[in-house]
C-alpha cells in the first residue's frame, strides 16, 4: 500500500465525484419533501440519510487513503443506481418518482461514475 499523503488524480476525482453525489442526494430529499405527504417524507428521510451520512463518512476516510472507504463508496454508488431505477421504474412510488428522464438518468451516470471512480481508486491503494 502506498504511504504518500498527496492524493492521485483517481482519488481526488473519486472525492469530487462523492462530493457532487452528496449534493445531489440532498436537493433530491428537499423537493421530496417539498413535494410529498408526511408518510413518504418519513420514508424519504429514513432511506437517504443514512446513505448522505455514509457517503459524509466515506469522504473523510477517502481523504485519508482508506482502501475501505474508497470500497464502501462504490458499493454504495452501486446500490444508489440500483435505489434509483427502481423508483424510476415504479410510477406509484412518489419518493422521486415522476423526475423527468433526464434528471433520473444524470442521477443514474453520476451514480456510476462514482462507483467507477472509487473502484479504480480503491485498486490503485491495494496495488
Given at each position: 500500500?502506498?504511504?504518500?499523503?498527496k492524493?492521485?488524480?483517481?482519488?481526488?476525482t473519486?472525492i469530487?465525484?462523492?462530493e457532487?453525489?452528496?449534493?445531489?442526494?440532498?436537493?433530491?430529499?428537499?423537493?421530496t419533501i417539498?413535494n410529498?405527504?408526511?408518510q413518504?417524507?418519513?420514508?424519504?428521510?429514513s432511506?437517504?440519510?443514512?446513505?448522505?451520512i455514509?457517503?459524509?463518512?466515506?469522504?473523510?476516510?477517502c481523504?485519508?487513503?482508506?482502501v475501505w472507504?474508497?470500497?464502501?463508496?462504490?458499493?454504495l454508488?452501486?446500490l444508489g443506481?440500483?435505489?434509483?431505477?427502481?423508483?424510476?421504474?415504479?410510477?406509484?412510488l412518489?419518493v422521486?418518482?415522476?423526475l423527468p428522464?433526464?434528471?433520473?438518468?444524470?442521477y443514474i451516470?453520476?451514480?456510476?461514475?462514482?462507483?467507477?471512480?472509487?473502484?479504480e481508486?480503491?485498486?490503485?491503494?491495494?496495488?
Open positions: 500500500m502506498k504511504t504518500s499523503t492524493l492521485s488524480t483517481n482519488m481526488r473519486a469530487t465525484l462523492l457532487v453525489l452528496l449534493v445531489a442526494i440532498i436537493i433530491a430529499l428537499i423537493v417539498l410529498t405527504t408526511a413518504v417524507q418519513l420514508l424519504a428521510i432511506v437517504v440519510t443514512p446513505q448522505i455514509l457517503i459524509i463518512i466515506f469522504i473523510y476516510y481523504r485519508k487513503k482508506k472507504s474508497y470500497g464502501g463508496a462504490t458499493i454508488a452501486i443506481i440500483t435505489l434509483r431505477v427502481i423508483v424510476s421504474i415504479q410510477p406509484n412518489e422521486g418518482g415522476g428522464v433526464a434528471i433520473s438518468t444524470l451516470v453520476l451514480g456510476a461514475l462514482v462507483a467507477l471512480k472509487n473502484y481508486a480503491m485498486i490503485e491503494l491495494i496495488n
